[in-house]
């Protein structure tokens, strides 16, 4: 990871989550950095979920990739038919 400030702005309960996550982070515009830093990881524990996946952003960038989150959560990304 670059020397940048990152910050977390949410915290993914599984892997996959935290791809659909950047992904769609990423397609807003803003730049993601995903960080599994779980003890699963550090004591070298394979093939069991890990739950401490955080989703991290420029500091600068925090406020509204926070906001868009909430705006995804709140269906306002949803495709209207």
């Known amino acids: 990871m670059s020397k940048k400030n990152w910050k977390k ?18 397609a807003q515009g803003f730049t993601v950095h995903i960080s599994r830093e779980g003890y699963q990881t550090a004591i070298g ?21 926070k906001q868009t ?5 709140a269906g306002k990304f949803e495709a209207k038919e």
């Not at 702005?9 to 990423?26: N, S």
């Not at 093939?47 to 509204?64: C, F, M, R, S, Y």
Request: charged share 25%; glycine share 4%; net charge negative.
């Open 69 to 73: 989150l909430l705006d995804y959560y």
């Open 45 to 65: 524990i394979t093939g069991h979920p890990v739950t401490n996946i955080q989703i991290l952003v420029p500091e600068d960038q925090a406020k509204d990739a």
């Open 9 to 26: 702005i949410e915290q993914a309960p599984d892997a996959i989550q935290a791809e659909v996550l950047r992904g769609f982070l990423e």
